[in-house]
């Protein structure tokens, strides 16, 4: 007995040792990397230990339970599954709409997509998926940057008002540019004026 009071004694004494009585020495990244290891495979234990109990529990539930009863509880996982299903694929509707329009991509018609394959087996939407899908879309054609009627004959119709000579001197040249492209020079330019 007396060398455990030695023991004792002699462990308390190393503490104080260090100069700083009661405080822990400062962890390391590898000791803590430990700690987080040891706790994630005891929470998978748990996790496993309770899903077997769970399954365990279930089946003894099925075991007590009568025809008629069996028979509700495969009706209500039937409606269960029905409405996920429904709710599930006007979910992906929506998100894929969502996703699209962010994108700027136009959706084919719902006549050709099959929104139930964005739907998981539990009804959740799998966005994911959905992103895949409408990155693949097609990207809109962006109008020309310069005008493409060039070297195209006659442009402008008779419906369009021509300026003259004398309405360009008191135009800017930005005003000049958007009434040419608006078709108010075409008999100028021909020479019709």
Do not use: H
Request: no cysteine; glycine share 8%; aromatic share 4%.
């Amino acid at each position: 007995m007396d060398e455990n009071a030695q023991n004792t004694d002699t462990t308390s004494t190393e503490g104080t040792d260090t100069g700083q009585a009661g405080t822990p020495p400062t962890p390391t990244v590898e000791s803590l990397q430990a700690e987080v290891d040891k706790w994630k495979a005891m929470s998978r234990t748990n996790e496993k230990r309770w899903q077997d109990a769970s399954a365990e529990r279930d089946s003894l539930k099925q075991a007590g339970m009568s025809d008629a009863d069996k028979a509700l509880e495969t009706a209500r996982s039937e409606a269960r599954s029905a409405a996920l299903a429904e709710y599930g694929t006007r979910l992906a509707d929506a998100e894929l709409r969502a996703q699209a329009a962010k994108a700027g991509v136009e959706l084919p018609s719902a006549d050709f997509l099959n929104l139930s394959k964005f739907v998981g087996d539990d009804g959740s939407v799998n966005a994911d998926l959905i992103g895949t899908f409408v990155s693949s879309l097609p990207k809109p054609v962006a109008e020309p940057e310069f005008s493409q009627g060039l070297g195209l004959g006659r442009q402008g119709g008779s419906g369009v008002q021509q300026l003259s000579r004398d309405d360009l001197s008191r135009m800017s040249p930005k005003e000049i540019n958007a009434a040419r492209k608006a078709g108010q020079l075409d008999a100028l330019m021909r020479g019709d004026i």
